[in-house]
T-cell receptor
Framework: DADVTQTPRNRITKTGKRIMLECSQT?????MYWYRQDPGLGLRLIYY???????NKGEISDGYSVSRQAQAKFSLSLESAIPNQTALYFC????????????????FGSGTRLTVV | QKEVEQDPGPLSVPEGAIVSLNCTYS??????FMWYRQYSRKGPELLMY????GNKEDGRFTAQVDKSSKYISLFIRDSQPSDSATYLC????????????FGSGTRLLVRP
């Protein structure tokens, strides 16, 4: 099984619908992130969570909300989807522990391709 | 101006060529530098990880950091068609509120 699992892999939804993207991880990492990727714009941070009780907005949080249900689960919701939210969405994790064997790198899921029509 | 700039490409090279991928950045506080490889329809995967200036080698890959010029590079020797992917640089200050800042990625195509 993948270390970071995202569901669904693909989703087509209509404008105005509420949709939830889910992410679960087996890495044991405490930090989790949601990014969207658009051609030419790269990865942009939507929300991040350093632990279950710590949720922070990223650079493009408008129109999105998140829930950290457990250390291993972090979901992203689009309350009322609009076409310009069509993008590839990635969940990522990282470990706050430092020292030998730890680094600042992220582990990414395989992504959810969302299309809003 | 973006904090991290990366030429989007595409960069097309013949198999066996040496590939040079580059990023420039504006924040002199960045200390940790990474390269990610992203295949089509997949998530980015960590390829190289370096701290501060200098070189790091791993097989056919060499990461180079020049903090005085705010410039990082990834070299791929003896490039293979399987190296065809998008390469993203990423960097961090490394403080307690740590976040990675990503370049927008360079698409590489290695022709057989």
């Amino acid at each position: 099984d993948a270390d970071v699992t995202q569901t669904p892999r693909n989703r087509i939804t209509k404008t105005g619908k509420r949709i939830m993207l889910e992410c679960s991880q087996t890495k044991g990492h405490d930090r989790m992130y949601w990014y969207r990727q658009d051609p030419g714009l790269g990865l942009r941070l939507i929300y991040y969570s350093f632990d279950v009780k710590d949720i922070n907005k990223g650079e493009i949080s408008d129109g999105y909300s998140v829930s950290r249900q457990a250390q291993a689960k972090f979901s992203l919701s689009l309350e009322s989807a609009i076409p310009n939210q069509t993008a590839l969405y990635f969940c990522a994790t990282s470990d706050s522990r430092r020292g030998e064997g730890f680094n600042y790198g992220y582990t990414f899921g395989s992504g959810t391709r969302l299309t809003v029509v | 101006q973006k904090e991290v700039e990366q030429d989007p490409g595409p960069l097309s090279v013949p198999e066996g060529a040496i590939v040079s991928l580059n990023c420039t950045y504006s924040n002199s506080a960045f200390q940790y530098f990474m390269w990610y490889r992203q295949y089509s329809r997949k998530g980015p995967e960590l390829l190289m990880y370096t701290y501060s200036s200098g070189n790091k080698e791993d097989g056919r890959f060499t990461a180079q950091v020049d903090k005085s010029s705010k410039y990082i590079s990834l070299f791929i020797r003896d490039s293979q068609p399987s190296d065809s992917a998008t390469y993203l640089c990423a960097m961090s200050v490394g403080d307690s509120s740590y976040k990675l800042i990503f370049g927008s990625g360079t698409r590489l195509l290695v022709r057989p």
